[in-house]
Nanobody, 124 residues
Framework: QVQLVESGGGLVQAGGSLRLSCAAS????????MAWFRQAPGKEREFVAA????????YYADSKKGRFTISRDSAKNMVFLQMNSLKPEDTAVYYC?????????????????WGQGTQVIVSS
């Protein structure tokens, strides 16, 4: 069982940066692939980025490459999403998700555990 708690969201101006954090409980955190998804108002939830269990491989949605960076600190049971050059269209609730022994899928289906989300608002 893994519990995920996101933090770091807030209001930022376009062009600014935010770093989201996801704290995970559970001794087997290092076995989990982790991902960030987001859901904007009136839209379906979409994949943002993922990282495999070892941190050796990362995956990004095409539109996020170069602006977003996912990383993890398995010793501290944490995963991060550094977001730079933010745009108003990045406004969404951002969710952290965990997939046991996963490789870092962009699909929601493999992810067994989800956080409650953290709100990001980017003003123009």
């Amino acid at each position: 069982q893994v519990q995920l708690v996101e933090s770091g969201g807030g209001l930022v101006q376009a062009g600014g940066s935010l770093r989201l954090s996801c704290a995970a409980s559970g001794r087997t955190f290092r076995n989990y692939a982790m991902a960030w998804f987001r859901q904007a108002p009136g839209k379906e939830r979409e994949f943002v980025a993922a990282i495999n269990w070892s941190g050796s491989n990362t995956y990004y949605a095409d539109s996020k490459k170069g602006r977003f960076t996912i990383s993890r600190d398995s010793a501290k049971n944490m995963v991060f999403l550094q977001m730079n050059s933010l745009k108003p269209e990045d406004t969404a609730v951002y969710y952290c998700a965990a997939d046991n022994y996963g490789s870092g899928s962009s699909s929601e289906k493999p992810y067994d555990y989800w956080g409650q989300g953290t709100q990001v608002i980017v003003s123009s």
